[in-house]
T-cell receptor, first 111, second 113 residues
Framework: DGGITQSPKYLFRKEGQNVTLSCEQNLNHDAMYWYRQDPGQGLRLIYYSQIVNDFQKGDIAEGYSVSREKKESFPLTVTSAQKNPTAFYLC??????????FGPGTRLTVL | GQQLNQSPQSMFIQEGEDVSMNCTSSSIFNTWLWYKQDPGEGPVLLIALYKAGELTSNGRLTAQFGITRKDSFLNISASIPSDVGIYFCAGHGGAGNNRKLIWGLGTSLAVNP
């Protein structure tokens, strides 16, 4: 089946540890995105990538890092520099300038 | 970052009622998208609009791309309990950062059976 997968669904980490969230798509989409969603809030863009080996900061990139070594993969690392990392993280993909399709999300809790 | 003005913020209706929500922007948009998000899940695309004045239906859902290109609305007819969730609008602007979607803050819909 074509789609976007994110793993794991739930993730717990101790404060001060880096953690990497996985996002894979088999839709052959060129662009991929990472969003953060806090309770009762909308979606805020962290990073996006339009082609392999290239990515741009979104509105809240501080404390996060990404890589785009393969077209189908766009992992997000939440670093210890992120002051409030507990949130719901959503990955999306699209053809350029077309509608975005989302994965099921990863809920990260930092203890 | 820029946000869309989405209203109402929340709605509580009786099953069978019709629902209407809208989004407005201070700038011209080339694309309007409507998503629904269930708790703990990713948003699911409901309707995509690409042309000013366009009116598109998806089952009981109808959305329109405003003629001014600065607004869009979503209507749900004859609501049912599974319509419960948060509805988001999103859009692409003009030149510049047109690969970034601009998002509304969502309309939370509750349906009383």
């Amino acid at each position: 089946d074509g789609g976007i997968t994110q793993s794991p669904k739930y993730l717990f980490r101790k404060e001060g540890q880096n953690v990497t969230l996985s996002c894979e798509q088999n839709l052959n989409h060129d662009a991929m995105y990472w969003y953060r969603q806090d309770p009762g809030q909308g979606l805020r863009l962290i990073y996006y990538s339009q082609i392999v080996n290239d990515f741009q900061k979104g509105d809240i990139a501080e404390g996060y890092s990404v890589s785009r070594e393969k077209k189908e993969s766009f992992p997000l690392t939440v670093t210890s520099a992120q002051k409030n990392p507990t949130a719901f993280y959503l990955c999306a993909s699209s053809m350029v300038r077309r509608e975005q399709f989302f994965g099921p999300g990863t809920r990260l809790t930092v203890l | 970052g820029q946000q869309l003005n989405q209203s109402p913020q929340s709605m509580f209706i009786q099953e069978g009622e019709d629902v209407s929500m809208n989004c407005t922007s201070s700038s011209i948009f080339n694309t309007w998208l409507w998503y629904k998000q269930d708790p703990g899940e990713g948003p699911v695309l409901l309707i995509a609009l690409y042309k000013a004045g366009e009116l598109t239906s998806n089952g009981r859902l109808t959305a329109q791309f405003g003629i001014t290109r600065k607004d869009s609305f979503l209507n749900i007819s004859a609501s049912i309990p599974s319509d419960v969730g948060i509805y988001f609008c999103a859009g692409h602007g003009g030149a510049g950062n047109n690969r970034k979607l601009i998002w509304g803050l969502g309309t939370s819909l509750a349906v009383n059976p």
